[in-house]
């Protein structure tokens, strides 16, 4: 039988529950996997502005940075980096370029060694537009998002260079030819060691046999 | 090796006395009994060119590789030194072996597939001609396996070969002018060429490669003056793609039926069912047959595709005049590890129960070493010749091999120490045979893998793939070794095992010699009887191509060898010492000896009139 | 969706179970109820009137007999209740008889996919969201998932089996008669979990047969210019993740589109499946069903029309 104080209690436990499964219900956050959670729709390029860019502009000296200072949209979302792993296998992207992306059929995702770029919006362009030597051109297979993403995945395995840093990009390129397989590891700047004063060559032609080779290293 | 069941002489006939005494003998006595039956082996080295030019890829239609020239021998094969080089300036791999025709030397290079025709006549070897076909760059992104090209032809009076992108070219062999160049598939769609066409008759027989881009592979035949396409067999689809008609009979009942080549898939998955023919072919002149295998079933993921997946990771024989299949044999139906049936098959006459048996010996990816009625497609030996885990053995009436149920991959989950891994206990580097010892001379891999299966999807143009692996050496720490069979016994005589991959092809000479290369460099040059290294050279890079001999035009003996790693080798390009790339042709003598130099005779420029005809330098032409 | 009324044999012994307890208890509950209230007011009119502390302490024999008639007719009940129980499970664990063939059901966020195995191997395909079983013959399921756990239930059909993954579950069903039936993923899986519906279609023998031979086909050529155009434009936009079989489309982490058309509802239950739904569905994707991992595609009008016209093809 139900008496007063019975009833008070149920009450104040009914409202506990209540408090407990409303903090529950606030505190929830979409499950792992969701791909297009938390999107900034808002903050994307306008494609425009990539899929205008010369080639040359990512490929060559470059005078006009715009465009290779566009920011990844996801930059610093983990979950971003997750998916595009999720892409990067489900898309085929492992299949050319292997599943530690260190190459195979496909250049090597995880050196310095970028022939057409390797900043967050160059690595875009890439996937976007395909490129001469076999990439599959995705911009009309995957949506903005799902490149990003993929860029974002590329970007967490150490090759890439940071947004706007194409000149970290261009010191470090070697004239990697368009026939020749990429190399695998790679010293990202030269040393080009300079000769002291006094090891310098004298300036007058030596008279008869062959000059003296300075000490202290050629390049 | 000890252990891992096969079977040997399942249909055979009762024995004779004798057969039966001297195979107890050769069990006895390991080394130098097989001599004994070493003259029962026996090869058609039809078309029998002349015996110091090399015409084909495998020299002669049974694919022997055996050069009938004895200059340089066990004897004297310690004074081999380098006689010229040549470098072709490509940093692909080097899968191929020069041409001689005459006074001529005959190369391609890998990607951009550049022909070269190299003038013997003169010192040095120097570029008679070039011809440079422009193949689309797409084709590199599109090939599974480097942009290499594993060889190419030379019959009537042209140089024929694949580009990468799917065209087959002939080119005029005297002035480098090309003849035609026909078409062959679409690159773009993840369609690559790399085999060498071989040519029988007047027909040059090209196929694709693309097992692992989702392409339903194909065998076709040109016609040798035209390049028009005559007739095109698939490896999957209705009998009327694959070519099956009356003429068909193969010789295990589970190979009978209508359209099987769609049944034993899943709804419409043959359209992208592999079986790329894209390795070596043998003909047989007598029978009139050709012979060649398929690659793998496409993806690579089993669970996609339940089902026999005929006709993968099989061998076809059939006519060369119309493409009809005469027999077939699936070496390892609905293949769950990449297990391409297309190595080389070498043709040889052996006694099999004391009946002389035309068969042909192939040496699978799948690690068993199978010796077939080469007339009805009978297995008659099935035993492995390197360390396989796959399989308990076969079934010895239906030949079919017994799969072992934990070593199927399912998707997701890592399935470890599968060997052989994907690339076999053997791929593709062509084995060879000496009708002096009736051995035949492989390098053979020593590796297992670690593999994850994802499923994939079809995406065309991309991978249709799904084999995450790592590889490492099987038991023995050794990735490779070179080693002698008796396809008779179905053992092997000797074995050298190599540190290194050893994925070069093999070459026997009549001078006793087997020549190799391992991928870390090194050509060697072994006693064909007893195995012992009498020779080494280091080279500059690793060695995958196929080893040749000729005679020059100054009648000397010469061993040519390209060296320039790539292809299937770089799965262990992890290993410390491991070599850079290289695109360099290496040619030997004895004592290095050949043309002499090309220096011009030099002019003085003090005083005297002209050249002291007392300083004529002898043997300076 | 009722569970409480079922139409086959993998389902109706549990349901006549729930049905036969609810009565058995209600019962039960009447004459408890009956009895104490009997008791209470039965007692309190014989003494009504009198001096409460007066009562007489009587012992008689009756009392310990309610007691043992109480727990021999409750041992009685459960002991049948238990015993009708351990009956049910028997007669759901499995089907009578061979089941027809196997369907490989695979769950995945937030849609169906189901893979007929056929006799031969040419006759397997795969299907998403809708199933359609032979009236009478049981069919045996394999169940899996690729991302995280959902749970298979046709209420009027079957009871719920999680898919898990890593791991194949087996259940089975068996439609007594023919119908359609709605079905819900119910466990817990994320963002879209409320719409991840599926329909099983119970169909008379023949009818199922063709069905399948009908699922066979692979996608019709274009037939017109108009429907090429559609063509081209859904193989570059939609293959990467879709199949149309006959067609370069082969993307297998979004449902199997080439029977589309056979379905009633597209995105696993959520619409009625006609031309408009579809355009309106590819466009506004996220809109109906926020965080699914279709994207909205945004096509120009004339390319909507055109891909709503080849689709409409996928019969």
Redesign the interface.
């Known amino acids: 039988m139900a008496t007063r104080a019975t009833g008070r209690s149920m009450v104040s436990a009914l409202r506990a529950v209540s408090i407990i499964a409303a903090a529950l219900l606030a505190s929830y956050e ?2 792992a ?5 938390a999107a900034p729709t808002s903050g994307l390029p306008p494609e425009a502005v990539l899929a205008s860019l010369p080639l040359a502009e990512l490929a060559g000296a470059v005078r006009d940075p715009a465009g290779l200072v566009v920011a990844n949209p996801f930059e610093g979302d983990k979950q971003a980096i997750e998916d595009g792993h999720r892409l990067f ?4 992207c ?3 370029h292997g ?1 530690d992306a260190a190459g195979n ?2 250049p090597n995702l995880t050196d310095k060694a970028w022939r057409y770029g390797g900043t967050p919006s160059a690595i875009y362009q890439s996937i976007f537009q395909g ?6 051109s ?1 911009g ?4 903005a ?2 490149i990003w993403k993929l860029v974002s995945f590329i970007g967490s395995l150490g090759g890439s260079y940071r947004t706007g840093q194409h000149q970290d990009w261009l010191n470090g390129d070697h004239g990697v030819t ?4 990429e190399v ?1 590891t790679l010293e990202p700047t030269f040393n080009v060691p300079t000769l002291r004063e006094a090891d310098k060559p004298p300036d007058t032609p030596l008279a008869g046999g062959s000059p003296t080779p300075a000490p202290g290293g050629t390049p | 090796m000890t252990g891992q069941t096969g079977f040997i002489i399942a249909n055979a006939p009762s024995m004779s006395l004798a057969t039966i005494w001297l195979s107890a003998a050769g069990l006895i006595m390991s080394g130098v009994t097989h001599f004994a039956l070493a003259a029962d082996v026996s090869a058609n080295f039809a078309p029998n060119d002349p015996p110091g030019e090399w015409h084909s890829q495998a020299r002669d239609y049974a694919n022997t590789r055996y050069s009938p020239l004895d200059e340089i021998n066990a004897g004297n094969v310690k004074q081999l030194r380098i006689a010229w080089s040549f470098s072709d300036g490509v940093n692909y791999g080097h899968e191929g072996a020069p041409l001689v025709v005459g006074a001529t030397m005959y190369v391609v290079a890998p990607f951009p597939n550049v022909a070269y025709a190299l003038d013997l006549s003169k010192p040095g070897a120097p570029i008679k001609w070039t011809y440079a076909p422009d193949p689309s760059p797409l084709a590199i992104g599109k090939a599974c396996c480097d942009a290499v090209v594993r060889g190419w032809a030379f019959a009537d009076g042209k140089l024929i070969y694949n580009l990468l992108d799917d065209h087959t070219v002939a080119v005029d062999a005297e002035t480098g002018k090309q003849v035609w160049r026909t078409k062959m598939g679409n690159v773009e769609n993840g369609e690559t060429m790399t085999m060498p066409p071989f040519v029988v008759g007047n027909k040059v027989l090209v196929g694709n490669s693309g097992g692992e881009m989702g392409k339903i592979g194909w065998l076709a035949a040109l016609d040798i003056g035209t390049g028009k396409e005559i007739w095109r067999a698939y490896s999957a689809g209705t009998d009327q793609l694959v070519k099956i008609g009356s003429d068909f009979h193969p010789f295990y009942d589970w190979m009978k039926g209508k359209d099987l080549g769609v049944t034993t898939w899943p709804a419409d998955m043959w359209k992208t069912g592999g079986g790329a023919a894209w390795g070596w072919i043998s003909y047989d002149p007598e029978l009139h047959l050709i012979y060649y295998g398929t690659s793998n079933p496409s993806p690579r993921v089993p669970t996609q595709r339940p089902g026999l997946n005929f006709w993968t990771s099989a061998i076809f024989a059939r006519d060369p005049e119309t493409g009809a299949a005469k027999w077939a044999y699936v070496f390892t139906p609905h293949d769950q590890w990449d297990y391409d049936g297309v190595n080389e098959s070498i043709l040889v006459d052996l006694p099999i129960g004391g009946k002389t048996r035309k068969a042909l010996v192939h040496f699978d990816r799948n690690a068993y070493a199978y010796t077939i009625d080469r007339v009805t497609g009978e297995v008659l030996i099935a035993t492995p010749y390197a360390y396989q885990n796959w399989s308990s053995g076969f079934d010895a009436k239906t030949a079919m091999p017994i799969v072992r149920p934990e070593m199927q991959p399912k998707p997701e989950v890592k399935l470890s120490n599968v060997c052989p891994p994907d690339i076999g206990g053997k791929d593709w580097q062509p084995s060879a045979f000496s009708p002096k010892t009736g051995l035949l001379y492989a390098g053979i891999f020593n590796i297992c893998m670690d593999v994850t299966d994802h499923r994939q999807s079809y995406i065309p143009g991309t991978p249709y793939d799904g084999m995450e692996m790592t590889r490492h050496p099987a038991p023995g720490d050794n990735w490779g070794e070179f080693m002698s069979w008796d396809p008779v016994t179905g053992r092997k005589a000797w074995a050298i095992k190599e540190k290194y991959m050893t994925m070069s092809g093999a070459l026997a000479t009549a001078g006793d010699l087997v020549f190799y290369g391992t991928v870390d460099g090194w050509f060697r040059a072994v006693n064909a009887k007893t195995g012992e290294v009498l020779w080494s050279q280091k080279l500059g890079s690793g060695i995958i191509g196929a080893p040749m001999t000729y005679l020059g035009p100054d009648g000397r003996q010469y061993v040519a060898i390209y060296s320039g790693v790539g292809g299937a080798a770089m799965v262990s390009k992890a290993m410390p010492g491991f070599p850079a790339r290289g695109s360099t042709l290496y040619v030997f003598s004895i004592n290095g000896e050949s043309l002499p130099n090309g220096a011009p005779t030099p002019t003085t420029t003090t005083g005297s009139a002209g050249p002291n005809p007392q300083t004529n330098r002898s043997g300076q032409r | 969706m009722t569970f409480m009324r079922t139409f086959g044999p993998a389902a109706d012994p549990i349901t006549s179970l729930g049905w036969g307890m609810t009565v058995i208890c209600s019962a039960v509950v009447v004459v408890i109820g009956a009895l104490l209230m009997g008791t209470m007011w039965g007692r309190a009119s014989r003494f009504a009137g009198g001096d409460l502390s007066q009562l007489p302490i009587v012992r008689t024999e009756a009392g310990l007999k309610w007691i043992y008639v109480g727990v021999a007719v409750s041992t009685g009940i459960l002991l049948g209740m238990i015993t009708w129980t351990l009956i049910t499970l028997d007669a759901v664990a499995g089907p009578s008889g061979t089941p027809a063939f196997t369907i490989e059901v695979r769950g995945h966020q937030w849609w169906w996919e189901a893979r007929y195995i056929g006799q031969s191997s040419d006759r397997t395909f795969i299907t998403a969201n809708e199933l359609h079983i032979p009236v009478g013959r049981s069919v045996h399921l394999e169940l899996l998932s690729d991302d995280v756990i959902h749970s298979f239930w046709i209420p009027a059909l079957a009871g719920k089996t999680d898919v898990i993954p890593g791991q194949t579950n087996v259940a089975w069903i068996e439609a007594a008669r023919s119908g359609v039936y709605r079905g819900q993923c119910t466990e817990f899986c994320g963002e879209q979990h409320a719409q991840m519906a599926m329909y099983v279609i119970a169909d008379p023998p023949a009818q199922f047969q063709s069905w399948w031979d009908a699922q066979l086909a692979s996608a019709p050529q274009p037939n017109s210019d108009a429907v090429a155009h559609g063509q081209a434009i859904v193989m570059e936009r939609c293959g990467a993740c879709h199949s149309i079989r006959g067609t370069g489309a082969g993307g297998i982490f979004g449902p199997d589109l080439t029977h589309l058309m056979s379905r009633r509802t597209i995105a696993a239950g959520t619409l009625p499946n006609d031309g408009e739904n579809l355009a309106h569905w590819i466009s506004h994707t996220q809109a109906i069903k926020p965080g699914n991992r279709m994207p909205t595609i945004a096509l120009p009008p004339d390319e909507l029309v055109a891909v709503a016209t080849y689709l409409q093809t996928l019969q």
């Open positions: 979409p499950v996997g969701d791909s297009t959670a296998i489900a898309m085929n492992a299949g050319c599943y059929m496909g490129r001469p030597q076999g990439m599959p995705w009309r297979a995957l949506p998002q799902d368009s026939t020749a397989p695998t």
